[in-house]
C-alpha cells in the first residue's frame, strides 16, 4: 500500500477543516459547506479509485477474466 496516499487524504482532511474552520469564522457558513464537500469528495474520489485497482488485482489473481 502506498504511503503517499495516506498523507494526501490526511492532507487533504486537514486542508479542508482549516479552510472550513476559516470560512465558518468570517461569517461565509456557505462557502464552508462547499469546502468541506469538495474536500470529502476528492479524499473520496482517492479512496474510489485504490478500490477499482483493489479490484482489478484481485480479478487477475482469481483469473476471473
Known sequence: MNVELIFQI???G???S???TLL???GKEEYSFIATL???SIALIMVVQLLAELLSKVKSVFFLS
Do not use: D, Y
Open 10 to 12: 490526511a492532507g487533504i
Open 14 to 16: 486537514i486542508l479542508t
Open 18 to 20: 482549516i479552510f472550513h
Open 24 to 26: 465558518k469564522q468570517a
Open 38 to 40: 469538495a474536500g470529502v
